[in-house]
Nanobody, 120 residues
Framework: QLQFVESGGGSVQPGGSLRLSCVAS????????VAWFRQVPGKEREGVSC????????YEGDFVKGRFTISRDNARNTWYLQMDNLQPEDTAVYFC?????????????WGQGTQVTVSS
């Protein structure tokens, strides 16, 4: 059964950093694109970063501006999102997903998400 479990969220001050992790089960990660999304109440989920292994390409939301880095460890079925220089507007619930496509579609399996709060 396909499952994604996010962790690593928390509360930080503006300018701070967090590293999110996502562990997947029910798949062999090496052939899959891996992605991070985020959502705030009342708004649609938006793509943060997606890595496509076939060509190594990374897709990012315009707001990333070099602050976030996606990485993966296929042997551990895990991928990460290193977030630096966090700002209050980055406050959201962050979700991970793996799929054949970058960006993964909205339907299908999602994890429970991990809350990121940036405030002074």
């Amino acid at each position: 059964q396909l499952q994604f479990v996010e962790s690593g969220g928390g509360s930080v001050q503006p300018g701070g950093s967090l590293r999110l992790s996502c562990v997947a089960s029910g798949l062999t990660l090496s052939d899959w694109s891996v992605a991070w999304f985020r959502q705030v109440p009342g708004k649609e989920r938006e793509g943060v970063s997606c890595h496509r292994p076939s060509d190594g390409r990374i897709y990012e939301g315009d707001f990333v501006k070099g602050r976030f880095t996606i990485s993966r460890d296929n042997a551990r079925n895990t991928w990460y999102l290193q977030m630096d220089n966090l700002q209050p507007e980055d406050t959201a619930v962050y979700f991970c997903k793996a799929h054949q496509l970058c960006w993964p579609p909205d339907f299908g399996t999602w994890g429970q998400g991990t809350q990121v709060t940036v405030s002074s």
